[in-house]
Structure formats: C-alpha cells, structure tokens
C-alpha cells in the first residue's frame, strides 16, 4: 500500500495543459476537407486489440526487444534476488538450518546481504542521472554485458574463490556487482523502453504485453533456480544466467531502438489502424515501404 503514497501526494502538483490557441482564420476554411482529415485521423488513432497489435509485422523486432529484454532480464533478476540466501549459504558454507544473523562476515548472512544492497542500490541513482545522457538502450546494453561477464567469472572462478576467506569475500563482491549492474542497466530500463517504442494507440497495450513477458521470466527464474542449483550445482548455474544475459545483449543490441532526442509525435504520425497488419519490418522494428501482398 506504501507504493502508492508517492502517486497520491503528486495529485496535487498534476498540471492541466493549457489549451492551444485558435487560430480564426481557419474558420473560412471549408468544413468537408477538414472533418474528412479528423475522420481518417481518428481512425487511425483508435485503440486496437493485442492481437491485432501482435499481427503488425512493424513492430515485430521492436517487440522482441522490449519484451524480450524484459523476459530474459526477469529470469536471472528474480531468481537471484529471491534465492540470494541460498547462494551466500552455499558460498560461505554454513549450511546452516536457520539463517545465522550473528558473528562475523563469515557467519552473519543478514551482513552479507546489506554488502550486496550497499553495491547494487548506487546503481539505480546512476541510472537516474545518465538516463538522458546515455540513453535507455545503452544503459541496458552495457548492463547486460557486464551480468554476463560477472556470472560467467563466478561460475568459472567458483572453485578458486571458495577456498579461502578472502576468495569468498571477492564472490561477494563479484555477486553483488550483478546487482549493481542489473540496476544500472535493464531493471531501470526494461519498463521504461516500451512507453517510448509504440505510438499512442498501441503503447499501453504493448508496454502491457511487455510487463507480462517479464513476469513469465520472472516466473521461470523463481521456478528453476532452486532445481537447477540442487541438480546441477552453483557453478553450472551461475554460467546458465550468464548464457541468459547474453541472450539480453543480443536482443537489446539488434531490436532496441535508441530514441534520444526523438519526438514522439512523429511515432504518433504512424500509427497502425485496426485494418492495417501488412507492414514489413527491418530488424530494428524500423518501418520499411511496403507493396501490396508483401
């Protein structure tokens, strides 16, 4: 319920737009062009359904890439997050039936979780200040690259790392920096690409598909990890998330677009109708001319 306290205290900041100037001279304009261009603008601009929406070969690459960046990016984000007691136990070997909140780093797992939310919250903030500067698809570009380099050196480097205290303090490190990058990278960019990818008429509706996607992923990461860490070990798990946010990488690099400095309004001037699913698509999702039964 605290969630919504920030929304319910900025009701009274929400401006109204000011409404445009009218321009007199228009009304000696005759009225048939002008209510024949509000008719075909309407149409065009009419919500249409997710299926409809799916059909659009336009927007296939620019689905994949917000969809997916947010599918794949759930499945290593959640299952870390939720099961990250189980890897800390099992890289420091306590084994512990309860969780131990005494004693030193090398006990206390409540200590070695606030030293993975010390390294992973800064990274949020950076977000927030480079957003702009960098560009969303950037920011989770490089976010996903660096997850994949640090979850394929934990994996490879497991080993080596546990054997000694300050082995396992460096896993730590190095876990914690996942976090890190996750949050300067597509756990501040994946809700945040749809919004500004669609035109108006489909936005929500895809930005919702998108969300959906991600929880699936979110929903296939809680699901597996604990199998897949019991069946395979820490190591071939950890490599696995790697392999997932390479996945990301790939998406992110070849369907995300990047639109700094770009007017949504010319989106909006392309907006799909509800009888229009034969666009072609380049892989960027960027739209292409089309000829009749293409």
Not at 3 to 23: C, H, Q, S, W
Not at 155 to 163: D, F, I, V
Not at 239 to 260: I, P, T
């Amino acid at each position: 319920g605290l969630g919504a306290l920030p929304g319910v205290l900025l009701i009274p900041f929400k401006t109204i737009p000011k409404e445009p100037k009218r321009n007199t001279g228009d009304l000696e304009q005759p009225i048939a062009p002008v209510l024949q261009q509000h008719s075909v603008t309407a149409q065009k601009m009419a919500p249409i359904t997710l299926l409809q929406a799916l059909k659009l070969k336009r927007y296939w690459g620019r689905i994949l890439g917000t969809a997916g960046g947010w599918f794949l990016f759930d499945i290593t984000f959640y299952g870390n997050s939720l099961f990250q007691s189980v890897v800390l136990d099992q890289v420091f070997g306590n084994h512990a039936t309860s969780a131990p909140l005494s004693g030193g780093l090398q006990r206390n797992l409540c200590f070695q979780m606030v030293i993975i939310g010390a390294i992973g919250l800064p990274g949020y903030y950076i977000s927030v200040c480079l957003m702009d500067r960098l560009g969303r698809r950037n920011i989770q570009i490089q976010g996903f690259f660096f997850m994949a380099v640090l979850f394929l050196l934990l994996g490879l480097l497991y080993e080596t790392l546990t054997r000694s205290t300050s082995g396992r303090v460096v896993m730590l490190i190095l876990y914690g920096l996942t976090f890190f990058f996750s949050n300067f990278g597509p756990n501040s960019t994946t809700f945040i690409l749809p919004s500004e990818t669609f035109p108006e008429n489909i936005r929500t509706t895809l930005n919702g598909f998108s969300a959906a996607m991600g929880k699936l992923g979110a929903t296939i990461g809680s699901a597996a990890f604990t199998p897949m860490k019991a069946s395979l070990g820490l190591q071939i798990t950890m490599v696995v998330c790697a392999a997932v946010s390479l996945c990301g990488l790939l998406v992110s690099m070849l369907f995300v677009e990047d639109r700094r400095n770009k007017s949504m309004d010319d989106m909006d001037h392309e907006a799909p109708s509800s009888n229009d699913t034969s666009w072609a698509s380049t892989p960027m999702g960027i739209p292409i001319n089309a000829t009749d039964g293409s």
